[in-house]
């Protein structure tokens, strides 16, 4: 089923998650982590694709997986980095014969100090998305990417919407955003793309907050606010474990049950793998949650 038809009835709750690095985490992944995520009945659970490194044959294997052992629709990621036409016939190809229904068409970050040629055929996730729709006539949904504090190499949140808006013409029918940590980012937004005519259900990235290093890093990597509340928060107990773990796990429960009661089109999980963490959160958030996913 494509999951552009299961939002046209209700609001989704996704997961996303990530092929392993090493060979023999696979396995864990499978037999654990979709199975606790699956328990939680998510409407789709997407999986991440590297283009350059070892996790690339492994997107469609997961995506598979998770066709074949949960009710949950897998959204296989793919990228137009170093993607020639006969690479992404070859993986629609093996998606399709796996009854995959649904692709996120993405650009895909830029590898540093790499000699494979980055972008042959495709240099935007709409040219990826156009090119699948068209030679796939409709076969699969086609969902992309968006940035409520812009994409880092955009100009303005104005142009970075005025692309989403082509990337909705090429055919993606609902978007996940990038992680914010900040809800008042997202409204605001939400407002300014509904104003620019992007009519797709545009559903909400929620990275559970577990570290003070990792804050640091998706604050290095994607350039989003952070709440001072919470950067005083962790400042004030950056040396104990428990403290932070329980100031993240009620941040991110709290950002979500915030975003329920504004009506968002969805909630987007980047799970990180971290099944027990997410377990918590879902326990935090179920009474909401419940009569929201309905
Ligand atoms: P694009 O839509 O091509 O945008 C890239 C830049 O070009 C932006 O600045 C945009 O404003 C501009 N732009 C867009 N369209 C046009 C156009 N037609 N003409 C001119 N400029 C344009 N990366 C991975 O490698 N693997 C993954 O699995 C992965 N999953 C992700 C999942 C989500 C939900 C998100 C938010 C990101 C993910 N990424 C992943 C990261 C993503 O690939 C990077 O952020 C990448 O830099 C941009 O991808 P995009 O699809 O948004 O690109």
Do not use: W
């Not at 659970?45 to 897998?74: F, W």
């Amino acid at each position: 089923m494509k999951i552009s038809e299961i939002l046209a009835k209700k609001k989704t709750l996704s997961f996303e998650i990530f092929p392993p690095k090493r060979e023999e985490d696979t396995f864990t992944l499978i037999d654990k982590t979709i199975k606790k995520l699956a328990s939680y009945k998510p409407d789709y659970m997407s999986v991440t694709y590297g283009a350059l490194g070892n996790t690339l044959s492994n997107t469609a294997m997961i995506a598979k997986t998770i066709k074949e052992n949960t009710d949950a629709q897998p959204l296989a990621h793919l990228t137009c980095v170093a993607s020639t036409r006969e690479k992404v016939d070859s993986v629609c190809d093996e998606l399709s014969s796996y009854g995959v229904e649904n692709i996120l068409t993405l650009r895909g970050d830029i590898p540093k100090d790499t000699t494979t040629p980055i972008f042959s055929d495709f240099k935007h996730a709409s040219d990826l998305a156009s090119y699948i729709k068209a030679k796939y006539n409709g076969k699969f949904g086609m969902a992309g990417a968006c940035y409520p504090e812009k994409h880092p190499e955009a100009d303005s949140i104005s142009t970075d919407i005025e692309f989403m808006k082509i990337k909705q013409d090429s055919g993606m029918e609902f978007f996940d955003s990038q992680l914010f940590f900040d809800n008042e980012v997202f409204y605001h937004f939400l407002l300014k793309a509904r104003k620019a005519g992007i009519t797709a259900p545009i559903i909400p990235g929620i990275m559970p907050v577990t570290s003070y290093s990792q804050i640091d890093r998706m604050i290095q990597v994607t350039g989003c606010k952070v709440p001072l509340k919470l950067l005083n928060q962790f400042d004030r107990y950056k040396d104990d474990k428990a403290a932070i773990e329980e100031i993240g796990l009620i941040f991110t429960s709290y950002q979500i049950l915030d975003l329920m009661a504004n009506d968002v089109d969805g909630i987007h999980i980047y799970s990180m793998n971290k099944s027990e963490f997410i377990s918590k959160l879902m326990d935090n958030i179920s009474y909401v949650a419940s009569d929201f996913f309905k």
